[in-house]
């Protein structure tokens, strides 16, 4: 069974940039169109930005401009690199498969903006 591991978040000032990576243990990110989604207090779960198996891309409007993801196939690794990052970014994040399949959740990682 294929995991994901999430990592790379932790605290950040406001404006600061933080770079999220996520591992699977067998490559699926060839072959399906991988996200990043995130999670804050209170809220529902919202997928933020989408990479499919040729490079294109798509983002929430909030982190347009901010946020890039990338993908190595090789390596089997999806990353977010998040900059200008504002309060509202705090949340867990995690990746998965787009649309998202319940048995890649994985623990996420935490990504507090504040100063």
């Known amino acids: 069974q294929v995991k994901l591991v999430e990592s790379g978040g932790g605290l950040v000032q406001p404006g600061g940039s933080l770079r999220l990576s996520c591992a699977a243990s067998r490559n699926i990110f060839s072959i399906k169109d991988m996200g990043w989604y995130r999670q804050a207090p209170g809220m529902q779960r919202e997928l933020v930005a989408t990479?499919?198996?040729?490079?294109?891309?798509e983002y929430v409007d909030s982190v347009k401009g901010r946020f890039g993801i990338s993908r190595d196939n090789a390596k089997s690794t999806v990353n977010l690199q998040m900059n200008s990052l504002k309060p509202d970014d705090t949340a867990v994040y995690f990746c998965?498969?787009?649309?998202?399949?319940?048995?890649?959740w994985g623990q996420g990682t935490q990504v507090i903006v504040s100063s």
């Open positions: 998965n498969t787009v649309p998202a399949l319940d048995f890649y």
């Open positions: 990479i499919a198996p040729g490079g294109g891309t």
